[in-house]
């Protein structure tokens, strides 16, 4: 069990997300339609990031805890977008521990009364570690499974929801030579990405979801503030796709990985926000995250562009 004052384990260690098959019919319709959901156009969504369902650890009991809740959100709430890592872990395991996960997961997830948009984590990827097992000719082996089944086919894709855009990123790449995953956005992305705003304009506000986050304090909150974060922690690129997006008005950049709940603003330039949502397993099912408990955040977004979050737990003991 990695602690969570130890940075570099813990960022090894803590990494995750959730989607829905259940989700997946609505999702394609809403998106289809562009979701005209009545009333002054706000909404409100829930970001379920780093869930991490296994069959031990009361994981499922406690994922359907935090659905339960969120199926009592109220009709305001159109949504739910995860932010990576649904299942314990797909990295280091067999392929048909993977299915396993991702039965168990959907099982779960049948129970959500609402569309569901997946962001893909880095324990959602098959076989990427020193120590996987899962051959590169089997169909669980890399990012296949979750594009297939949670990514509409991809595993980065936009969408428009009462006039706000979302773009959920893949921001996990492959070391090959190392056999290790590493957090960073590919000039393939890139280049979608910078026509995809193009298309959306300079006005309409943007929310982007990230499983890696572009930026962290947590190492400097926790240890050496001179020390730099591993090339898993953090999106290593950010600074480019930044640049890519600070031409358009994003006004938060929502992530997962590190499961701690965080909130950075830089006030005087891009007026973009950063957090970083917390897990809804928490420490990964073993208690709270340095007090913060396991939960979820509600985004509101208003219809004159601005936002509020509010992390919430679920009552999860
Ligand atoms: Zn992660």
Redesign the pocket.
Known sequence: MASLNSPTLSRRS???VAAGIFGLSRLTEETTRGAESGGDGAFNFAFLT?IHVTEKLRAAEGLRACINSVNALGAETAFVVTG??HIMDGLAVDAAEVRAQWALYDECMKELRLPVHHTI???DIGGWAPKGTIQTTEPEFGKALFAQKYGLGRTYRSFDHNGWHFILLDSIQFDELNKEYYGWIDDAQLAWLAADLKQVGQTKPVIVVT??PFFSVWSQLNGDPRKGEGPKSLVNNAAAVRKVLGEYNVKLVLS??GHVYERIELAHYNRTTYIQGGAVCGLWWRGKVMGNPEGYGVVSCKQDGTFEYEYRGYGWV
């Open positions: 803590l990494l995750g780093d990576g890592d984590g880095n324990h499983h890696i997962g990985h």
